[in-house]
């Protein structure tokens, strides 16, 4: 079983930027596919981005250009680089990992406000 644990939500005024970590409890070399999604209030959980073990990235047409998924594998984290933040961006951030099984992560809150 993998466990996801997130950090880096927070605060943050328009236009500004937050790093999301994602450490997983085993190596990311045993974990075929990892994506960051988020969920907004009233709205349904939606795809951020994703990254596979073999280095595969895409990203939600909302969020290109402004963010960047990466993997550190020594680490076993995985990162969302979020830059020129936007209200709309307002969301809780869960990370799935994915073997044969699916797990996510808590979540953590984001908060885009002057």
């Known amino acids: 079983q993998v466990q996801l644990v997130e950090s880096g939500g927070g605060l943050v005024q328009p236009g500004g930027s937050l790093r999301l970590s994602c450490a997983a409890s085993?190596?990311?070399?045993?974990?075929?596919?990892m994506a960051w999604y988020r969920q907004a209030p009233g709205k349904e959980r939606e795809l951020v981005a994703t990254?596979?073990?073999?280095?595969?990235?895409n990203y939600a047409d909302s969020v290109k250009g402004r963010f960047t998924i990466s993997r550190d594998n020594a680490k076993n984290t995985v990162y969302l680089q979020m830059n020129s933040l936007k209200s709309e961006d307002t969301a809780v951030y869960y990370c799935?990992?994915?073997?044969?099984?699916?797990?996510w992560g808590q979540g953590t809150q984001v908060t885009v406000s002057s």
């Open positions: 799935k990992a994915t073997t044969t099984l699916h797990y």
């Open positions: 085993e190596s990311t070399f045993n974990i075929n596919a």
């Open positions: 990254i596979t073990s073999g280095g595969t990235i």
